[in-house]
């Protein structure tokens, strides 16, 4: 079952973090994380594929010199597009790579369809 990864639950998670509230994966082990996702989504162990592409197509959107509200034109005023990408792109990874790591946990605990240590 995928989960759609929505604007609402991304800024939720970046929110989350910003405040510093307790709970959660610190920014380090989220942070360590992103290669095992990448690889795990990439070897198809791990369902993360629509969301991955989100993020890398919000990623080329920024570094990108083609844009919706041209900075060159508009000055300042074409830069509030290209934030409200910036912030959407922090809470979606913070947001993916707790659920990715909720998603190891449960496969350590479970080998082969039979909970481990059994």
Known sequence: MA?????KA???ALWTALRGARGGPPLGQRLGAVPRLLWNTVTMRYDGKGRLFAMLLAMAYI???IDFLPEAFLGPF????????????????????????????????VIDGHPAGR
């Open 78 to 109: 074409g830069l509030p597009d290209d934030a409200f990408v910036v912030v959407w792109l922090a809470g979606a990874v913070l947001s993916e790579t707790e659920r990715y790591l909720g998603w190891e946990r449960r496969r350590a605990t």
């Open 10 to 12: 991304a800024f939720a």
């Open 63 to 65: 570094a990108s010199p």
């Open 3 to 7: 989960v759609r990864l929505g604007r």
